[in-house]
């Protein structure tokens, strides 16, 4: 495959066109472009089965509605009560975001700290297990009347209300790529179900590198959105200082070409889940002519997700089953 990828060889082009102007040496040029590709073919993994991958990114044979965070806006975010409403709102399954507390105790948790969605304060790495089943992840939500008493589930707790409800779960890895590899191992072996029934994404190729080679069997995705090293999710700069702001655009460019270019042939992945407003028909085809599958992210209204069933016949994830809303970063 290595050998005839169009995207590759225009990449790998590019590279030596780029090489070869910085350094005015074709001979550094070449050597270079040449150790990358040979790097790459040592070092890339093969995606998981394709069998496999359709049963969990098309399980119905169709696009798949995934409930963003178990469904923010339906309810609490990354909580048991948020699983079974989503199951409930006919989703196809869930993403739900992986951390870990002080103790080493893998949870549902978007942020690094609790401020946003519990009656809590601090840093997850400040905080242990015990400390955090104190707080209410209900507290923040503009349904929290009707979801009292939930706690922040731990992971295998999510895992087995999630197949209970026959969900397919995707594992979003926020960080500590070791941790997360170890847990996530220990889930696929208790339950080899997930299997067929799972992927485990994560913006940071690393995560996504280290557990394909830590069990080959594991459907993979790397998540993406363009500009998110120098932009939050809502658009504004994270960086008031004008070097660091362009640096990290700087950055963000690289990052996108790699992404596009090489690094989802060397993580050997399965899908591609990307921010929907880069999205279209012409890159769902191109994704679909490497045997990649395009997961959108957030699809929050009913024209939108219209279109990605029937149009692009492409699956999504959305912050609500039941009606449009804003999305939530």
Not at 103 to 123: A, C, K, N, Q
Not at 172 to 188: E, I, P, S
């Amino acid at each position: 495959m290595l050998c005839h990828g169009e995207g590759l060889l225009s990449s790998l082009t590019a590279l030596l066109g780029v090489v070869l102007a910085l350094s005015r040496s074709p001979a550094l040029a070449c050597l270079l472009t040449a150790g990358l590709y040979l790097a790459l073919h040592l070092f890339s993994l093969e995606p998981a089965a394709p069998q496999s991958a359709q049963r969990v990114l098309r399980p119905r044979g169709a696009a798949a509605r995934i409930a963003h965070r178990g469904g923010a806006h339906d309810a609490p975010e990354n909580t048991l009560a948020a699983i079974r409403q989503a199951a409930e709102n006919g989703a196809t399954g869930v993403e739900l975001d992986l951390e870990f507390t002080a103790d080493g105790v893998p949870i549902l948790m978007h942020d690094e700290t609790v401020e946003r969605t519990t009656d809590g304060s601090g840093r997850l790495c400040d905080l242990t297990f015990d400390e955090i089943r104190r707080l209410n992840p209900s507290a923040k939500h503009r349904l929290w009347s009707r979801f009292q008493g939930e706690k922040v589930p731990t992971l295998r707790e999510a895992v087995v209300e999630s197949m209970h409800h026959n969900l397919i779960i995707y594992f979003d890895v926020k960080g500590h790529a070791n941790q997360a590899v170890d847990a996530l191992k220990q889930l696929y072996l208790e339950f080899p179900r997930l299997y067929n029934s799972s992927i485990v994404c994560s913006f940071m190729p690393d995560v996504v590198y280290k557990m394909r080679q830590a069990d080959r069997n594991v459907v993979t995705a790397l998540t993406h959105r363009p500009w998110h090293l120098s932009h939050f999710g809502d658009g504004t700069p994270r960086f008031t200082s004008s070097w660091k702001h362009y640096l990290y655009m700087t950055m963000d460019v690289i990052l996108d070409w790699s992404l596009h270019s090489f690094l989802w042939r060397l993580c050997g992945v399965s899908a591609f889940l990307i921010q929907k407003n880069f999205v279209s028909q012409d890159y769902v085809r191109h994704w679909a002519s490497r045997g990649i599958q395009v997961v959108a992210w957030t699809v929050n209204t009913f024209a939108e997700k219209s279109y990605y069933e029937s149009v692009l016949e492409s699956s999504y994830i959305t912050d609500s089953l039941v009606e449009d809303c804003d999305p939530h970063y």
